[in-house]
């Protein structure tokens, strides 16, 4: 549970606010800030905002940055080398970028499917900050022949 952060409104100033990696402040930039004001921040394109999104001069000191965390990757080379496409997409980019705490459904190429599950074809990617394991597809013989 989070507590509402109380800050000093009379104290020192600060300088040049903190960064983030792979995040933008979004809010004008001063050389300095009076204590109690803030700056807003943004992650960049596909990375995920952990923490709050502000942070605020506090006599002297800045509170806590935000993280922006990574997104999952997915090749397409690696989807092709699998036999699998990415469900409902046409045109797949050559790096799928999945937020953290999203997913993506994937689903085996027609005549296929997957290696373990041999009755599934289709299968949902979560993005949770460990490796994505992407499942092999194999053909689908009896269906080939029938």
Known sequence: MDFPLCISVRGKNCSGPPRTENGDITTLS????????????RCQTYYAMEGQ?????????????PICLDPCVISRTEL??????????????????IQRGHSIEL????????????????????????????????????????
């Open 30 to 41: 001063e050389k300095l800030y009076r204590s109690g004001s803030s700056v807003e921040f």
């Open 80 to 97: 092709e080398s699998q036999k699998i496409d990415v469900k409902d997409e046409i045109d797949v980019p050559e790096n799928i970028f």
């Open 53 to 65: 999104n502000r942070s605020f001069c506090d006599n002297g000191t800045w509170t806590k940055v």
């Open 107 to 146: 689903t085996c190429k027609t005549g296929y499917v997957l290696e373990a599950y041999s009755s599934q074809s289709a299968f949902v990617i979560q993005c949770d900050g460990t490796p994505s394991v992407i499942p092999k597809c194999k053909g689908d013989f009896k269906r080939l022949i029938l």
